[in-house]
């Protein structure tokens, strides 16, 4: 059985076995080296600080994981956010990447975003298709935007409204400041 909830930092191991393989093997990330558990650990505790990071897991072992992080630094971005999923290379293609992003953004329309943004590489057409079936649209392309494995790499944005943006936006709120009963039903939906 799959449960989801909101990742700790001694997930940090974990979420490094199933990260780094996107790192030293693909142009998915667009890092170079993988993380140390210690940094990795630093930004789950940071994004988590305001954001939802999920993990899905199954009998102890965890799968994939998803989390929100500002999008950028200036106030007027409060109300949108970057999201990002990744799930063990065996996982993909059974569901767990749309669960883990359908809690995320239920999550984050409990703190009041109106916006979820995706930058996907380019030549990952995979992953601009599963955005595109969850409602995603692309919003533009950085052409030549990274250089890894000796070649230049696009960068696709797909954005994702997830409410109608209203005249007067609520101010956002931490997850911490969000009911936990609400946030643990969202974490139990099938």
């Known amino acids: 059985m799959l449960t989801f909830r909101l990742a700790q930092t001694e997930d940090a191991p974990e979420l490094l076995k199933i990260y ?3 790192v030293e093997e693909t142009t998915i990330s667009f890092e170079y080296v993988v993380p140390s558990r210690e940094e990795f650990a630093g930004r789950i505790k940071n994004i988590s ?7 899905v ?14 999008l ?34 239920a999550l984050l329309r409990l703190q009041h975003l109106v916006t979820a943004y995706a930058a996907v590489t380019s ?3 995979a992953s601009i298709k599963f955005h595109e079936k969850l ?3 692309v919003a533009g392309t950085y052409p030549e935007t990274g250089y890894k494995f000796n070649q230049w790499l696009g960068l696709t944005w797909l954005d994702l409204k997830l409410m ?17 009963a609400k946030v643990a039903e969202i974490l139990k939906q099938v």
Do not use: M
Request: aromatic content about 14%; charged content about 25%.
């Open 135 to 137: 409602g995603f649209k």
């Open 20 to 22: 780094a393989p996107y």
């Open 123 to 125: 030549s990952n057409t």
């Open 57 to 70: 897991e199954e009998e102890g072992r965890i799968l994939g994981y998803a989390y929100a992080h500002r």
């Open 49 to 55: 600080s305001f954001y939802p990071y999920l993990v």
């Open 164 to 180: 109608i943006p209203p005249a007067k936006p609520q101010p956002i709120c931490p997850l911490k400041e969000v009911d936990p």
């Open 72 to 105: 950028a630094e200036r106030k007027a971005y409060d109300w949108s956010a970057e999201a990002t999923v990744y799930v063990e290379k065996e996982q993909r293609h059974n569901g767990l990447g749309r669960q883990l992003y359908e809690k995320l953004f």
